[in-house]
């Protein structure tokens, strides 16, 4: 099961995607550059808050960390949605995007490209 994760951890997340097997000194750095200056301590903190949650796993280079995403950020989104379908949506996916749309939480030009993409998916495989 996925744990929430707050806006930081979001940004050090964003930033292990982009840049996999970094330190958490690269985290610090980048976090720095977008006006947030954390202490070491700090973005270690979060590091391993999100290798607890499970959305980090590191590596030992000789002493230093190195940290990346077990998954790509659009497979964890997935497992994620997968999650809230199963928790909210009886397990149907056309029970959740029915819902996203009626809130207008999905556009019916989305919804029709992503109809094409599965046509072309499901014609591939055959």
């Known amino acids: 099961m996925w744990k929430k994760i ?20 690269d985290c610090r750095q980048a976090l720095a550059q977008s006006s947030r200056n954390l202490k070491d301590s700090t973005v ?27 998954e790509r950020r659009r497979n964890m989104a997935a497992q994620v949605v997968k999650q809230i379908i199963d928790q909210f949506c009886d ?6 995007l029915a819902g996203m749309v009626e809130n207008s ?12 993409k599965i046509i072309k998916n499901k014609a591939a495989r055959s």
């Open 91 to 96: 397990g149907s996916v056309e029970q959740l």
């Open 44 to 70: 270690r903190t979060l590091l391993h808050r999100l290798e607890q949650k499970g959305y980090l796993t590191h590596d030992v280079d000789g002493r230093t960390y190195r940290y990346r995403a077990p």
């Open 105 to 116: 939480f999905v556009r019916q030009e989305e919804l029709e490209k992503l109809a094409k």
């Open 6 to 25: 707050s806006g930081l951890e979001q940004i050090v997340m964003d930033h292990v995607w982009a840049n996999p097997g970094c330190t958490a000194e």
